[in-house]
Structures are given as structure tokens and as C-alpha cells.
């Protein structure tokens, strides 16, 4: 059985093989939603983009997912994918229960780690949110693996 560094590295091949020439940008984060969570099934509960609005640029809007319900938009600062928008880094959550201004879109959700999203241009163009039904559900080795894939989204040709 494979380790889950090593789904990862998997997985983030996977993903660049299926976007390579894909111009969309909806595709792309389709594309990572669906392999991520086929890959990692249902500890991956929810899996899914929130991304920056033009329009509001301080708010993210519910992109590509899998999962139940999301949450339409969610403002930068608020909740863990807020966090993350606002501060461009990782948020590794063991108990969102805990955290200050939870968003709960889905009162099943645990744990949950939010990685940034970047353009070629270097800006926040989303974030990658994974939740949980498992407290401590993700650790250094998810945050590897999903920095990795997230650099690749809008960079890989």
C-alpha cells in the first residue's frame, strides 16, 4: 500500500497529465477536486475550490467541488478559507470547532486544511479547501502534497 506522500506525488502526476493544455480554469480545479478525492475517498469529504470574485475582490465564491452543500461565499478573514485568503498561507485546522469564526457549511466537518492558489502573476486566485469528518484528519504530509499540487494548478502548461 502506497504512502500518502507518495499519493500524493500519484496524484499530482495525475493532474498535470489530464490539464496539460487546458486553458480553463474551471476545468483545471474540476480536475484536482475529482483526482484528490477519488484518491483519498472519504476522508475527503468535502474537496473543492473557493475562488477570489473579480467583482469582490475581498470574497471568495464557491468554485469546482465534491462533496455536500459549500458555502456560496465566504469573505476574506472569515473561517479557515478566509484565513487563508487573508493571510496566503496554510490553514492545517484539527478542530474547526475551535477555531475562531468557524464557517460550519456543513455542521459534519471536523478538520479541514485550506491552501492558497496562486496565478502566474504570483496573486491569490483561490484556495484549495478539504474538510473532514475526522478530528486531526490532516497533517505536514497533507500540507506537502497539496502546496505542491496547488503551485502546479495555474502554472503547468
Known amino acids: 500500500m502506497p504512502t500518502k506522500s507518495e499519493?500524493?506525488?500519484?496524484?499530482?502526476?495525475?493532474?498535470?497529465?489530464?490539464?496539460?493544455?487546458?486553458?480553463?480554469?474551471?476545468?483545471?480545479?474540476?480536475?484536482?477536486?475529482?483526482?484528490?478525492?477519488?484518491?483519498?475517498?472519504?476522508?475527503?469529504?468535502?474537496?473543492?475550490?473557493?475562488e477570489v470574485d473579480p467583482a469582490k475582490p475581498e470574497e471568495l465564491v464557491v468554485g469546482p467541488y465534491q462533496g455536500t452543500l459549500?458555502?456560496?461565499?465566504?469573505?476574506?478573514?472569515?473561517?479557515?478559507?478566509?484565513?487563508?485568503?487573508?493571510?496566503?498561507?496554510?490553514?492545517?485546522?484539527?478542530?474547526?470547532?475551535?477555531?475562531?469564526?468557524?464557517?460550519?457549511?456543513?455542521?459534519?466537518?471536523?478538520?479541514?486544511?485550506?491552501?492558497p492558489v496562486r496565478g502566474k502573476d504570483g496573486q491569490l486566485a483561490a484556495v484549495l479547501d478539504i474538510d473532514s469528518t475526522e478530528f486531526g484528519a490532516f497533517d505536514d504530509d497533507d500540507r506537502a502534497g497539496l502546496e505542491a499540487i496547488c503551485a502546479d494548478l495555474l502554472t503547468v502548461a
Open 70 to 115: 459549500g458555502c456560496l461565499r465566504i469573505p476574506f478573514g472569515k473561517g479557515v478559507c478566509g484565513a487563508a485568503a487573508a493571510t496566503g498561507e496554510t490553514q492545517l485546522v484539527e478542530d474547526v470547532h475551535a477555531f475562531p469564526g468557524h464557517i460550519a457549511c456543513d455542521s459534519r466537518s471536523n478538520s479541514e486544511i485550506v491552501v
Open 7 to 50: 499519493t500524493y506525488a500519484d496524484v499530482r502526476k495525475q493532474i498535470a497529465s489530464v490539464i496539460a493544455g487546458e486553458t480553463s480554469v474551471t476545468a483545471r480545479y474540476a480536475t484536482a477536486s475529482c483526482l484528490l478525492r477519488e484518491a483519498f475517498g472519504a476522508r475527503f469529504f468535502w474537496t473543492g475550490f473557493y
